[in-house]
């Protein structure tokens, strides 16, 4: 059942968001060769409590850390440890908290140091293929549309669209309805309305579309072990049209990056 927000959870909703947002542009700074994911995942959950939120992952059916730290051929869901980043690699972190009874739930993926401009390009189009999702959801179309919307354009790219994991419904709790797919058809499944918020996450794969489960229950990989990334925001509908929750904002002033790609999508 999909649980539609008032105009005043979405205004909390929108603070939960924006936790997320400001521990991924600290992180942001924080990524560099010789750095390792369980020092960051530290940094996290420290710059979380700061908020006055808690950690959304931390326990979320028994996951063990603050963030899923999943560099390189990993797509999502992998556990933080002491190995530490390379020049070259790429890590999608994934981070969510909960304040005041409501989650937040985003992700980026970074580069460390200097990489291989078909890996930039891999993270470029899947920045963009997260907006273009982003732009569908509106009163009047349906969970296909965001799906196929994605999947059209990544697919231009010769990319592989994971099937097996979806964006979600957000709210009390971290995974609501409806599934939200990063492919689909045109004009099928759940229509949306007015106060429906979800988390879109496309999760974009270098080569074969196809992925592994490690034996550990958590870790999520490519099959051919080429390079993954993932990005995700959390969005409402509010006057018909799709606004962002969580914004980058804070990433790309530690990063350096001028885009005016959100104000499309800002509270008006
Ligand atoms: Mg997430
Ligand atoms: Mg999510």
């Not at 992180?27 to 979380?48: M, R």
């Not at 962002?244 to 959100?262: P, Q, R």
Request: aromatic content about 8%; overall charge negative.
């Amino acid at each position: 059942m999909i649980k539609i927000k008032t105009r005043e959870e979405i205004e909390i909703m929108r603070e939960s968001a924006l936790v997320v947002s400001r521990t991924l542009g600290m992180l942001a700074k924080e990524v560099k060769p010789g750095v390792s994911t369980l020092y960051l995942d530290k940094l996290a959950e420290e710059f979380i409590r700061e908020q006055g939120a808690i950690p959304g992952f931390l326990g979320l059916y028994d996951f063990p850390n603050t963030l899923c730290m999943s560099p390189n051929s990993q797509i999502v869901h992998g556990i933080p440890n002491k190995t530490p980043l390379k020049e070259g690699d790429i890590i999608s972190i994934d981070c969510g908290a909960k304040k005041n009874g409501f989650y937040g739930d985003h992700a980026y993926t970074f580069a460390v140091g200097e990489i291989d401009s078909k890996i930039q390009k891999l993270l470029d189009v899947t920045k963009e293929s997260l907006y273009v999702g982003i732009r569908e959801f509106k009163v009047g179309n349906r969970v296909g549309d965001v799906g196929f919307a994605i999947q059209n354009f990544t697919e231009k790219h010769g990319y592989g669209v994971v099937r097996e994991l979806v964006g979600h419904g957000l709210g009390r709790e971290m995974h609501e309805d409806p599934e939200m797919p990063n492919y689909g058809k045109r004009g099928r499944g759940k229509k949306f309305v007015e106060g429906m918020v979800v988390a879109i996450e496309p999760m974009t794969n270098l080569g074969t579309q196809k992925i592994r489960q490690h034996a550990d229950g958590w870790t999520i990989t490519t099959l051919d072990n080429k390079p993954s990334a993932h990005f995700e925001h959390d969005i409402a509908i509010v006057n018909g049209k799709p606004e962002l929750l969580s914004t980058f904002k804070y990433v790309n002033e530690a990063l350096g990056i001028v885009t005016d790609v959100e104000d499309e999508f800002r509270a008006s």
